[in-house]
Nanobody, 120 residues
Framework: QVQLVESGGGLVQPGGSLRLSCAAS????????MAWYRQAPGKQRELVAT???????NYVDSVKGRFTISRDNAKNTVYLQMNSLKPEDTAVYYC??????????????WGQGTQVTVSS
């Protein structure tokens, strides 16, 4: 089994910054892509950013130039640096990981979510 534990959410004023972290632990042989999703009240979960094991990244248009996804493969951790935050960025943020475990079992895992609120 694999666990993803997120941290770093909170309340921030518009224009401010937050850094989210998500650490994976457990039965991990290798982690392929990692990603951040978000879900605002009354809306569907939205893919925010992805990063491959080699470090290639992709972003939803609404966060390009403001958010940066990165990862530390030695620590099995993915980060999301969020700058110039807007009220519309308010949501619960979830990390996601595509994990290869022992026995060549490959599964997708989710974190528990961390609340980000952008408000004055």
């Amino acid at each position: 089994q694999v666990q993803l534990v997120e941290s770093g959410g909170g309340l921030v004023q518009p224009g401010g910054s937050l850094r989210l972290s998500c650490a994976a632990s457990g039965n991990i042989f290798s982690i392929y892509a990692m990603a951040w999703y978000r879900q605002a009240p009354g809306k569907q979960r939205e893919l925010v950013a992805t990063i491959t094991s080699a470090g290639s990244t992709n972003y939803v248009d609404s966060v390009k130039g403001r958010f940066t996804i990165s990862r530390d493969n030695a620590k099995n951790t993915v980060y999301l640096q969020m700058n110039s935050l807007k009220p519309e960025d308010t949501a619960v943020y979830y990390c996601n990981a595509d994990v290869l475990s022992s026995g060549f079992l490959r599964s997708e895992y989710w974190g528990q979510g961390t609340q980000v609120t952008v408000s004055s």
